[in-house]
């Protein structure tokens, strides 16, 4: 099949682009790479990458030319980002997925969207069902929730199959620990290979469902065959194991990598949540999500990247 992978050079959608040309799919990918990198497409030359804005309503028609499945990955990241640049951020990934859902109805196109935990925002019970009123706290939040509402209405107004994968805190190899909007997995790794202070944001208790990149791009795999059912609804998609406090995934990190970090905290980041938990029965049930990574496993996994990476000659301890 021929597939169009948005945001093809990100962390996720490079992954995803090289299961897909795995699994002999023709794959055509799209990225403005305002963030993405052609490096983290150098293993998949397969891939025909378009350069191109997920806000322009013609090139997403015709990057999807030809494609009977979209995954859409692309979008403006970052709860703090969001803060400072609401605008920027709902009009990419609200009107970025409105063209998405456009180029699926011109081609008769299913359409795999990546939403996010984060439109949960703080809940009184956990563990977190898809049943459960959103309460986004931030302009990134509620912009998924957008984009999620929008594509379930496009299943019943334009008849457009389309499933939304809420995500929990995905990490893995090949993320950005030098970008200012990293999340914290990567910079605790670059942190404690070079020596540095990690930072925390508030006292380091909040925890957090991590899930491992591998078992992310399953789940957009098996919500690419999913049954009818599935088709307009919102599915968790986390690690499968209980919550891990950033204290604790500092000190993994900390005995992988054989350092001794002295943390610096700051306040709170503005929009951030106490706890992710997912209750993963519901994509269980209809998708056959099951991940397989337990978080210390991906986090060994990562720091071996990170250390070929950025300190050539170390390695991780097992």
């Given amino acids: 099949m021929r597939c169009l992978v948005t945001g093809a050079a990100g962390f996720i959608g490079s992954h995803l682009c090289a299961r897909l040309v795995a699994d002999d799919h023709e794959v055509v990918g799209l990225d403005d790479l305002s963030e993405g990198s052609l490096d983290n497409l150098a293993a998949t030359p397969d891939v025909h990458l378009i350069e191109g804005d997920l806000r322009h309503e013609d090139t997403v028609l015709m990057a999807a030319e030809g494609c009977g499945m979209i995954f859409h990955q692309a979008a403006a990241r970052s709860v ?5 640049m609401p605008g920027f951020t709902t009009d990419v990934n609200v009107r970025g997925t409105l063209n998405v859902l456009l180029a699926a109805n011109e081609q008769s196109a299913r359409v795999v969207s990546a939403s996010s935990s984060s439109v949960y925002g703080d809940q009184d019970s956990f563990p977190l069902r898809e049943d459960m009123a959103p309460k986004p706290r931030s ?20 008849g457009v199959p389309s499933i939304s994968l809420r995500y929990f805190n995905v990490y893995g190899p090949g993320q950005d620990p030098t970008s200012e909007y990293a999340t914290l997995i990567p910079k605790f790794v670059l942190a ?26 399953e789940a957009n795999v098996v919500a690419a065959r999913a049954p009818d059912e599935a088709w307009g609804k919102a599915f968790n998609i986390g690690g499968g194991q209980t919550p891990t406090s950033v204290n604790h995934i500092l000190a993994i990190i900390a005995e992988l990598t054989g350092a001794e970090p002295d943390p610096t905290h700051t306040d709170p980041r503005p929009g951030d949540v106490l706890l992710t938990d997912a209750d993963i029965a519901l994509a ?15 986090l060994q996994k990562a720091v071996e990247w990170f250390s070929a990476q950025f300190a050539p000659g170390r390695r991780a301890k097992g």
């Fill in 139 to 158: 302009p990134y939040a509620a912009s998924k929730l957008a984009a999620e509402i929008l594509c379930e209405s496009w299943l019943r107004t334009y």
């Fill in 80 to 84: 703090p980002r969001s803060m400072l």
């Fill in 192 to 217: 404690c290979l070079k020596g540095d202070r990690p930072v925390i944001h508030g006292d380091g208790e909040q925890a957090r469902d991590f899930t491992y990149i591998d078992d992310v791009v």
């Fill in 284 to 298: 269980g049930s209809l998708l056959g999500y099951k991940p397989q990574t337990p978080v210390r496993e991906g």
